[in-house]
Each structure stands twice: as C-alpha cells, then as structure tokens.
C-alpha cells in the first residue's frame, strides 16, 4: 500500500486530488489542512477505511513532524498555500511564511525515506509574459509579487534538495483551475454567483487581458497519471489550457450560459497582480493525458449542473 500525504487537502485543487487517489485500495491518503482557507466540507464523502483528515499546520515544524514521522509516507503532495490574488497581496507577510512549510516538508521528507515530493507551483512565477507560450524551461521567471517569489524558491528548493540528497520530485505549474468546489473568491466562481443573483459583473480595466481555463477534471487527471506512471520525475510540467480567453468575454459567456441579466462593469486596473497575459506551452501536459481538454463551456455548464459549492454552502 503507498502511503501518501496531500497537504492543504481542504483547499480546492487538493481535495479533488485527494477524492481521486483514495478510490485505489493501495493509496492510504493522510489530508492535512490548517483550515484557514480551506473547509473540511471540501474533504471527500467517501466513507473508505484508506484515508484520514489531521488538522495541521504545515509551516508549523513540531505539528507537522509528528504526523510525518508517524507515517512515514512514501509520497507527498505539497498543496498547502496562501492563495488568492487579493490575499496574497493584502498579506504579503503570511505568503512568505509559507517558505517555513516548504523547508518543513523537505526536511522530514529526507529523513522519513519519502520517495518524491509532487509540487504546486503556478503560473505565477512567469510574471508579466515576455514569451508566448509560456514555455517550462525558456520563458524567465520574472514576478517580484510574493506569491510568485514563494512558488519559485519552492522550486529551488525541491532541485537542491534532489541534487544534494537524491531526493526526487515532480513540479506541476497550475494555470487557472475551476470547477464545482473552486471559492468564490476566484474569477469564474466570482462571475457565477454574480449571474446567478442578476447583480453586476465587475472587470478591471478594459477586460482585453488573457487567461486559459483549466477544468479540474483535465488538471487531476494529468497529475494522478504522471503519478500513478512515474512521469515527469525531477521534471516540471505547465497545467492548463492552450486556449486564451480574455476576461470580458469570459464575463460574456457566463452571462449568456446563465441566462442572466447582468451587465458586466468596469473598475479602474489592478495596481499589481493581474498580469496581461497567461498561456502554457501544454506538450508535456497533453502527451500525459493524451485526449482533447474540457472546453472552458462544457466546465461552465458542469459547474452550473452540479451546484455551486461554495454559494451551496455558504462559504
């Protein structure tokens, strides 16, 4: 049986890692989360003998040590994060505590006999675009934003711990995922909810800037297969779509799927943080999946099927 730990298991993408990697037998998944933007109403239903939710936090050594060196896993999803533009930029300080959680989990990962470290980066790190797609190996990582500066020296972290003490790990670089359990705090979660309740629909700036939407689906799917078929080891893999969407026009399509009666408005630009463009070179992402990705209307209207969970829940 591999024993695994998927840190901040509560969030979003983590969760949905989780629900799938407990439907093997041979998967023992231990969820920790220090629930301070996740939600234990996130955690999967199943009522399976092959996982266990702890409350912990990661960037905290003494917690997360007792769990590590208890179970002794052979791999480990590092998930756990500050996350959220606005967040992230109202709380730089809390962002950079992060660094703490990501020592924390090489360390006892070298000591505990942990086999490879799969990582949650993000597109973040690319910053401002200077190179179109944005590919893994050629396109600089130029974001001064703390967020993005975590992400990066997670990055750095994971290859000197490799090249010093053999200790392997896979990096996924996460471009915008959505779907039924993202918060409402991010765009497509945020246009919904606005659409659902016929209130307005805010853009900044002109809207003109571009995204890719990955659904979470295509994102675990990818993952899970790299994991399970040992690719991309000592390796770093972007995780989206290769298709732009500008913000307005996302704003036009949620309205039109839902029928609302929105209009969409306009507020003067971010002073930082919302980057002009996002595209991933996806090869390495498609050669694994191996299959068309969910257009970004088929995820909306997946959305729209299976009920909102946060305005569901009321988070």
Request: include cysteine; hydrophobic fraction near 40%; aromatic fraction near 10%.
């Amino acid at each position: 049986m591999r024993k695994i730990l998927i840190t901040g298991g509560a969030g979003f993408i983590a969760s949905s890692l989780a629900e799938k990697l407990i439907e093997d037998d041979d998967n023992f998944v231990i969820i920790v989360d220090d629930l301070s933007t996740g939600h234990v109403k996130k955690l999967p239903v199943e009522k399976k003998e092959n996982w266990k939710f702890i409350k912990c936090d990661v960037n905290n050594r003494r917690d997360i040590s007792e769990i590590m060196m208890a179970y002794r896993f052979d791999f480990v999803f590092h998930y756990a994060a500050v996350v959220g533009v606005q967040k992230t930029l109202m709380h730089p300080l809390l962002v950079l505590q992060d660094v703490e959680g990501i020592k924390n989990i090489l360390t006892l990962s070298k000591n505990t006999g942990v086999q490879r470290i799969y990582f949650s980066s993000s597109s973040e790190i690319y910053g401002e675009p200077v190179e179109y797609p944005q590919n893994e190996y050629t396109t600089p990582l130029n974001s001064r934003l703390p967020y993005a500066i975590v992400k990066n020296l997670g990055e750095a972290f994971l290859k000197a711990y490799q090249q010093e003490f053999g200790l392997d790990y896979t990096i996924f670089r996460f471009f915008n995922t959505y779907g039924p359990k993202q918060s409402r705090h991010f765009v497509i979660s945020k246009f919904l909810i606005s659409a659902l309740n016929n209130e307005d629909i805010t853009v900044y700036g002109d809207g003109k800037q571009t995204r890719t939407f990955c659904f979470i689906d295509d994102n675990i799917e990818t993952c899970i297969s790299a994991f399970n078929n040992s690719k991309l080891i000592n390796d770093v893999a972007n995780i989206g779509s290769n298709i732009e969407t500008t913000i307005y026009e996302l704003a036009q399509t949620v309205i039109r799927l839902t029928g609302s009666k929105s209009k969409i408005v306009h507020l003067p630009p971010l002073k930082e943080g919302d980057m002009s463009g996002r595209l991933p070179d996806t090869r390495k992402m498609r050669a694994i999946l191996n299959k068309p990705l969910i257009p970004l209307e088929t995820g909306i209207k997946n959305i729209l099927d299976n009920g909102l969970f946060e305005m569901k829940h009321n988070l």
